[in-house]
Each structure stands twice: as C-alpha cells, then as structure tokens.
C-alpha cells in the first residue's frame, strides 16, 4: 500500500538552528512528491514539487531534495516567521489525487 | 485574486442536522477537491471532481455527498451530521495545463458536530 510518513512530529529549533524535516515513502511509481506549509487556521500553501531522485528545489531558506525513499526538507538558519506546519504529499490517482503525511510542525524560537 | 473560497468559515451542528458546506474558485480549474484535517493528522481526500458534471469518491466518502453543476463550484454535502465528522474541511483545485497538479487550498470550514 502506498503511503507517507513525516518525522519528527515535532520540531522546536532556535533562530538560526538549521535542521532538516523527513518525509519517507513507500509509492509504486512516484509521480510527484510535494510540500507545503500550512500556518494555523489557514489551508495549506504550496512550496515545492520534486518529480525525480536527486531533484533540488530551493526557496529562501528552504531546500528539498529527493532520493528514491525519502525527501528532505532542509531549513538553513530559520526564522521565526518559519514556524508553521510542513506537510509532503504523494501525486496518485488518474485525477491527481494527492496522499498526504501527517506533518511535522516546525517552532522557531526567537 | 481570490483563488479558492470556503464558506462558511465554522459551524456548529447538532447531532442528525444537515448542512452543505460551499466552495468556490475563480482560476478556471477543471480539477476540484475536498479534503477532511483531523487534529494532528494528514489530510484525506473525501471527494474529487475531474470537471462539471463528473464526481468520484476518495478515501473517506461516508457520510458526505457531492455534486458539481459549473466549473466554478464543488459544494459539500453532509446529511445527518455525526460527531465523527467534526473536523476542518479544506476545498482545493488545480489545473490540468501549464504548471500541473500544483492544488491551491481554501482557507477551510471548521465544523463541530455536538
């Protein structure tokens, strides 16, 4: 069964503390790998589509890279204006359906 | 540019009570979606549309229905309301030229189902 899943849950990092967020999967034929950011009381907002392993996405502080198991959101010295909730998605379905993680919510911590 | 729009933004029903939740886009996408969050969770796909007139179940149909009469409109029906279905629904839609499958979200209906 294809599926998605997000790690940590939880993320607390202090400005300027770069770390990464994971997003593991399990697809038969990944047809496209996305994130978004989703801020409280608001619909997710979209930031990245990767299609191929090795593919590098890069927005502001942000870069996404994709392997044929993983992808990563890395966040390069945040800010706390990056606190939000991360969520990747799997492209599936002849209507392109998206499957989503279960997210990992990101404090930045001034 | 008002992209996707969701109304109402909350509500609150009582147990048995119906309700048809709207949504709305003005980007000329054929592709339309619903979605369903729980607290601390993905979200999940109830239904999608590929274009007027042709709707299909997602992962969790049950309890919901829709319909799609114009490109522009993709309203959510919940007949019989049920605490279970207390949640944040989310409509999105996306296009099938240019840059494809980017889905562009509403700001979501909160619904509590007492």
């Known amino acids: 069964e294809d599926q998605v899943t997000q790690s940590p849950e939880a993320l607390r990092l202090q400005e300027g503390e770069s770390s990464s967020l994971n997003c593991s999967y399990t697809v038969s034929g990944l047809r496209g790998l996305f994130w978004y950011r989703q801020d409280p009381g608001k619909g997710p907002e979209f930031l990245f589509t990767l299609y191929s392993a090795g593919e590098e996405k890069e927005k502001e502080r942000l870069k996404a890279t994709l392997t044929k198991k993983e992808s990563f959101l890395h966040i390069t010295a945040p800010k706390p204006e990056d606190s939000a909730t991360y969520l990747c998605a799997f492209l599936t379905g002849s209507a392109r359906q998206l499957t989503f993680g279960s997210g990992t919510q990101l404090t930045v911590l001034p | 540019n008002a992209g996707v729009t969701q109304t109402p933004k909350f509500r609150i029903l009582k147990i048995g009570q119906s309700m048809t939740l709207q949504c709305t886009q003005d980007m000329n996408h054929n592709y339309m979606y619903w979605y369903r969050q729980d607290p601390g969770m993905g979200l999940k796909l109830i239904y999608y549309s590929v274009g007027a007139g042709i709707t299909d179940k997602g992962e969790v149909p049950n309890g919901y229905n829709v319909s799609r009469s114009t490109t522009e409109d993709f309203p959510l029906r919940l007949e019989l309301a049920a605490p279970s279905q207390t949640s944040v629904y989310f409509c999105?839609?996306?296009?099938?030229?240019?840059?494809?499958?980017?889905?562009?979200f509403g700001a979501g209906t909160r619904l509590s189902v007492l």
């Open positions: 999105a839609s996306s296009s099938t030229s240019g840059v494809g499958n980017i889905q562009y």
